[in-house]
């Protein structure tokens, strides 16, 4: 599903990752671990195409990241994200913020979706109106409507408490079940328990 | 809608840009209006009574000017005059006012200055313009060391003369120490006006003629309130709009985040812009409406207020109107759009890392 080789990145002249390659296997669930400051949250951003690596080649889904035509419809369609700190746009709606990243053809998705993370009574608030657990799974909702084949989360669970923790994860283990490919970069050694591989970063490098 | 979501749901922001952008808007308006309504009174003054102004010779400014009245009774002879009267104006303490225009003019001059009750001056006696007889309820008044008697008050479109007052040519050649500033001709024939022109030059070669037409237009303190008026309308201008654009891109720089999250969720450069482009275009509209609106009502109102006297006045030409306009959403939409385009250059997750620090 993803094949990176020899990825490294500078932020100015500081090298934060150093000639990383290997796999992502279509539906697995992938532990990106190691201590903050590790480089898991720049190899995160660069393998979900937000952030161009200084050097090293990216496919996936067997294309070549920076030969992408049209990157916008590529990460509306196949990839999804959850962030640490959800990032809903806080002058729409809940169903407007998943509406805003869904597919024409998968706005019917919307209403199931909420329904399946328990949160369609909340539709018609504001991002300010909920909890953090409840913002967290309105943001799992955004990376689930459009049905992508990868999601990424970046600690997604760094501002929850240990029960909607709980929540979070079993939702990313239900979309594996599902056939999505999901990588979670955290410091939380509780996702063990849901991961099918686990890559453990220091300094920049894959131990 | 999305851009009209976006505005709504954060009303500081947008209050801010909005009054910002009304009050850069209205200082332009009404410096400039306040101005060219000053000089558009002080030359329908002089235009709506004659054809030629007489001055004298070398002095650019009819305060200073001192033209012989003796010349009316040669100027009358002429072919084609149908009137001339001269005229005085100066300004001085008036009572407890600090300072006020003085109307000399020759008897045949009174009936411009409509009488709203008394009588037309007699020597000694003057007549007060409407807002300046709410000033005094006594019979004299005291005008440069000279006790007047108050024989009427009078009404004029023209807000600097209901400012002031009117007397006879003797009085006022006493007060200010001329014999007139300037005497007007009218004609019954506007093709004879330039010769007419020719013929009083030669009566005299202290003075100096012009139809006032070219008169108002290349009158020196016309040329100086124009000019000063266009450096700090144009200054007032210039700021505000680079106050528009900072505001603009102060507030874009604020939403980095929101950008690097709609382009991560595979959200176009052109839909960022596009939502962007018509948020700016409503917010920067309706703030020039409303700075209008308010221009217009602030204009309405100057000549009512009596600490004015109405002396200031503005009128709000239609093309300053439009090129405010045009200005004002290119620099809103310069100020957005620039720092949103080079933003949607940069990697998404950047873009949500700044938009956090
Ligand atoms: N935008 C950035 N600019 C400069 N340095 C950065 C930036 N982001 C991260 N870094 C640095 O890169 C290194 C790796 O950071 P990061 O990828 O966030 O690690 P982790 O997510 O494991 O905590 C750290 O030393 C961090 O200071
Ligand atoms: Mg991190």
Known sequence: MIQASNISHFYGSEQVLFDLSFEIKSGEFLFLSGESGSGKSTLLSILSTLLKPSMGELLI???AVDKIKNIDYFRQSKIGFVFQFHYLINYLSVYENIALAAMDNKKENINRILDELGILELSSRYPNEISGGQRQRVAVARALVNEPKIIFADEPTGSLDSKNSTIVYGLLAEAVKNGTTVVVASHDMQI????????????GQIL | MISLKALSKNPFKSLLIFSSITIAVMAIFLISSVSQGIIGMFSKMIKTDGDIIITQKGISDTFFSNVNIALMDKIDKLEHVTTSYAMIVGASPIGHIPIAGIYGTSAN????????????????????GENLAKQFTTKNINIGNKNFEISGTYSSEIGFEEGGVVMNMGDAGNLFNRSASFILVSSDSPNEIDEIVKKISNLNS????????NFVKEYNQFKIIENSSFVISTLAFAMGLMGIASVMSMIVNSRKEEFGIMRALGKSRFFIIKNLFFETLIMSFSAYLFALFLSFGILALLPHIEMLQGYVNGTLSLTSAIYVLAS?????????????????KTDPILLINQGCA
């Open chain 2, 328 to 344: 004002t959403l290119f620099m809103a939409l310069l100020g957005s759009l620039f720092p949103a385009w080079i933003a949607s």
């Open chain 2, 206 to 213: 202290e003075i100096e003629v012009k139809t006032t037409q």
């Open chain 2, 109 to 128: 001059h009174f009936s411009h200055y409509k009488l709203s009750s008394g009588k037309y001056p007699n020597e000694g006696e003057v007549i007060l």
């Open chain 1, 61 to 63: 889904d067997t294309e």
């Open chain 1, 192 to 203: 063990q328990n849901y991961a099918t591989k686990i890559i453990r970063l220091k300094d």
